[in-house]
C-alpha cells in the first residue's frame, strides 16, 4: 500500500491526516496551542508549538494507523498565511511569531507606501500595502526592535518553518510567498525592486518553488524524533487557503469556495493575473501551476460566533455539554426562529479590524439596531447574517472585476450547519456545495504531495476524481430579495462609522 501525509498548521492546531491513494482518510490528529495577545491588536504563537504539536500528530497517525512510514510516498503541507518566523543563524526562533490577523503595523504600512507608492505596490505585488502581510510585520520588528532583526539569518512563513524541522532546507512556494508582498506575483518569483525599496534582504528568504514541487527530504533527526522514514520527500504544499482549494475541488476557472473558519474567505481560480486597483481584495498565485486567485479575508468570521459563544451564550453551552452535542447546533437552532433581519439587527464583524473589502485597522465590531424587544436568539442571528454580508459584499468585487462565480463550494466549521448554509446560497444567488471528504487544506497538501511524488499524473484530473459533493443548496429567490433589503444598510454602515472608528481607535 502507498500512503500519503498532509499537514495542515493552523491558527487554533495542527491537523496531521494520513491518507490513502485514494484520498481517504487512514487516521487523523490534531493538536491545540494558545495565542499571545500582549496588547489590543497584537496576534502572536510560539513557532516551536506549531512543531510539537505536528511531531505529536504525525507519532499519533502512524501509531493509529499501524503503517510502515516506508509506505508514505510524500508529504504536503498548508498552513496558515501570512505569518513572520524569524531564525537566527542556528535556525533557532528569535521571538514569537506575529501571525495573519495582528494589526500593529499601521504606520508601516503608511511607511510602505511613502516609499514605494500604492499604485506601484498594487502593480508589482498585486495588492495594496496591507496590516495582514509579512513585509509590514518585518518592517515593524526592523523598526522596534532591531536587536531581534541584526540576528536574523532567516525568514520563513509558518508552514515552512514545519519544512525547515523535517528537512533542513530554508524554502517556500508561491501560493503562501504572494501573501508575503515581497513577490512579483505575476511573475511569480520574489520582486527585487520591492526587498531594495523596504531594504530587506533577498538572503534572508526562503528558496521558491511550485506547490507540487519536491524542496527536500524528511532528514535523521526529524525521522527519529516523527517516526518517519529518513528521505521521504516533502512538497512545496500551499497556504491554507490554496490547499484547501485543492481539497474542495477549486482548481479551475470560474470555480470558487467560501471558507468560514476564525477569518472567512472566498477564493476564485483564474487563467490570468487579475487586480483590484481599489486594493479591496487580493490576487495571489494559486497552488495549481500557471493559475493565479482573487481571494478576500474578513478577520472575524467564526470568531464572531465564537465571541458569543463564549461571552453570551453560557446557557446553551451547558446545554449542549449536557446534551453532549456542539453547542453551535443550539445556536443555529435558536437563529431559526427569528425572521430574516434578525427583527432590524445589523452585526458588523470587525472584531478585529478589518481585510476585505475595507482594509481598514480600526473598525471594530458592531451591533446596529440593538432594543430591548431583542434576545440572545437575535444576537445569534444577527452574526450569522453579518459574517455572510461580508462574505457577499467580497463576492460582489469579484464579479465586479470579471471573476464570474456561479457555483460555491462551502468548508470550514462554518460549513457543518445546513442554516447557515441556506442563507449563504440565498444571498450569493448561486448554488452552493459541500464535499464528502472534509479535510480541506490536509487533503489538498496530501494530494500536490502525491502529484510531487509521482503518485498521480495530473492535478487538476486528481481532483475531479476525488472531490465528491455531498449536499446542493440552492438560493430560495424570497430570501434572496428579502436579505437585499438589509444588505444595502449593511454596507452603508461601515461608510457611516468610517470616521468614527478612526475616533475611537484614538481615544
Not at 503541507?77 to 495573519?100: A, C, T
Not at 520582486?191 to 531594495?196: A, C, K
Not at 464572531?304 to 449542549?320: D, F, G, K, P, T
Request: with cysteine; charged share 25%.
Amino acid at each position: 500500500m502507498e500512503y500519503l501525509l498532509g499537514i495542515d498548521i493552523g491558527t487554533s492546531g495542527t491537523k496531521t491526516v494520513l491518507f490513502d491513494v485514494d484520498a481517504n482518510t487512514i487516521s487523523s490528529k490534531t493538536g491545540e496551542y494558545p495565542l499571545y495577545q500582549e496588547q489590543n491588536g497584537w496576534a502572536e504563537q510560539k513557532p516551536d508549538d506549531w512543531w510539537e504539536a505536528t511531531v505529536a500528530g504525525i507519532k499519533s497517525v502512524i501509531r493509529e494507523s499501524k503503517v510502515d512510514p516506508r509506505e508514505i510516498k510524500g508529504i504536503g503541507l498548508s498552513g496558515q498565511m501570512h505569518g513572520l518566523v524569524m531564525l537566527d543563524s542556528k535556525g533557532n526562533p528569535l521571538r514569537k511569531s506575529i501571525i495573519w490577523c495582528d494589526q500593529r503595523t499601521g504606520n508601516e504600512v503608511e511607511d510602505m507606501n511613502r516609499i514605494l507608492t500604492p499604485e506601484k505596490l498594487i502593480d508589482i505585488t498585486a495588492n495594496p500595502a496591507l496590516t495582514g502581510f509579512t513585509a509590514a510585520k518585518i518592517l515593524w520588528v526592523k523598526k522596534n526592535e532591531p536587536e531581534i532583526y541584526s540576528q536574523c539569518a532567516h525568514i520563513l512563513l509558518p508552514k515552512d518553518y514545519i519544512r525547515y524541522k523535517l528537512t533542513g532546507e530554508f524554502a517556500t512556494e508561491v501560493s503562501d510567498a504572494s501573501g508575503m508582498q515581497l513577490m512579483d506575483v505575476s511573475k511569480r518569483n520574489w520582486s527585487d525592486e520591492v526587498l531594495d525599496a523596504l531594504g530587506i534582504n533577498r538572503e534572508l528568504l526562503g528558496k521558491m518553488y511550485e506547490s507540487p514541487d519536491i524542496t527536500g527530504e524528511v532528514h535523521k533527526e526529524a525521522a527519529a524524533e516523527t517516526g518517519l522514514a529518513a528521505g521521504t520527500i516533502v512538497v512545496g504544499g500551499a497556504g491554507d487557503n490554496p490547499a484547501a482549494a485543492i481539497g474542495t475541488g477549486i482548481v479551475s476557472e470560474g470555480s470558487a469556495f467560501t471558507t468560514i473558519g476564525t477569518s472567512g474567505v472566498v477564493y476564485a481560480i483564474s487563467d490570468k493575473v487579475a487586480i483590484d486597483k481599489k486594493g479591496r481584495v487580493h490576487t495571489l498565485c494559486a497552488s495549481v501551476p500557471g493559475k493565479w486567485t482573487v481571494m478576500s479575508c474578513t478577520q472575524g468570521a467564526g470568531l464572531s460566533l465564537q465571541w458569543l459563544r463564549n461571552n453570551v451564550c453560557s446557557s446553551e453551552v451547558a446545554e449542549a455539554k449536557e446534551k453532549a452535542i456542539d453547542p453551535y447546533e443550539i445556536m443555529t437552532e435558536m437563529a431559526a426562529q427569528t425572521p430574516i433581519g434578525a427583527d432590524r439587527l445589523i452585526y458588523l464583524p470587525y472584531l478585529m479590524g478589518e481585510r476585505s473589502p475595507h482594509p481598514d485597522p480600526d473598525c471594530r465590531g458592531t451591533f446596529f439596531g440593538l432594543s430591548a424587544i431583542h434576545e440572545r436568539k437575535h444576537l445569534i442571528r444577527a452574526v450569522l447574517e453579518g459574517v455572510a454580508y461580508s462574505q457577499l459584499e467580497c463576492v460582489d468585487v469579484f464579479r465586479e472585476m470579471g471573476v464570474n462565480i456561479n457555483k460555491m463550494m462551502i468548508c470550514g466549521g462554518g460549513a457543518r450547519s445546513d442554516f447557515w448554509r441556506q442563507m449563504f446560497a440565498d444571498m450569493y444567488q448561486c448554488p452552493v456545495s459541500t464535499i464528502k471528504a472534509e479535510q480541506g487544506g490536509a487533503l489538498g497538501a496530501a494530494i500536490l504531495a502525491g502529484v510531487g511524488a509521482g503518485v498521480y499524473k495530473d492535478l487538476e484530473e486528481t481532483c475531479k476524481k476525488f472531490i465528491i459533493k455531498k449536499s446542493i443548496h440552492e438560493p430560495v429567490k424570497a430570501n434572496s430579495a428579502e436579505y437585499q433589503k438589509y444588505y444595502k444598510l449593511y454596507k452603508e454602515l461601515y461608510i457611516t462609522l468610517f470616521d468614527s472608528y478612526k475616533k475611537l481607535a484614538e481615544l
